[in-house]
């Protein structure tokens, strides 16, 4: 059973930079590969919403609020997808979630527990 587990959220002021995992346990690195990931986040009292894909050949699509900011990557060795967060503001604030997506762009597994970033001074 594939098992996606997000980490690296945390405290950050305004300005600052984290950088947020998303591990894949269950499968290994070849299928890992085939799998497009994307990440996305759900502020309070907002639904939650897409932030950053990245597809099997590398290629990424961003949401327009962190084109710029934001960088989606993976390493296919360690069944990890990353979000590279900096110059964060405090509308960044949400619990960050990491799923598989299909080839309609649609999430494959269930949520996980997500990891909270907090922007504030």
């Known amino acids: 059973q594939v098992q996606l587990v997000e980490s690296g959220g945390g405290l950050v002021q305004p300005g600052g930079s984290l950088r947020l995992s998303c591990r894949a346990s269950?499968?290994?690195?070849?299928?890992?590969?085939?799998?497009?990931m994307a990440w996305y986040r759900r502020a309070p009292g907002k639904e939650r919403d897409l932030v950053a894909g990245i597809g099997i050949y590398g290629n990424t699509k961003y949401a327009d609020s962190v084109k710029g900011r934001f960088t989606i990557s993976r390493d296919n060795e360690k069944n990890t997808a990353y979000l590279q967060m900096n110059s964060l503001k405090p509308e960044d604030t949400a619990v960050y979630y990491c799923?598989?997506?299909?080839?309609?762009?649609?999430?494959?597994?269930?949520w996980g527990q997500g990891t909270q970033v907090t922007v504030s001074s």
């Open positions: 269950g499968i290994n690195g070849v299928t890992f590969s085939y799998y497009a």
């Open positions: 799923n598989r997506v299909d080839e309609d762009a649609k999430t494959v597994y269930g």
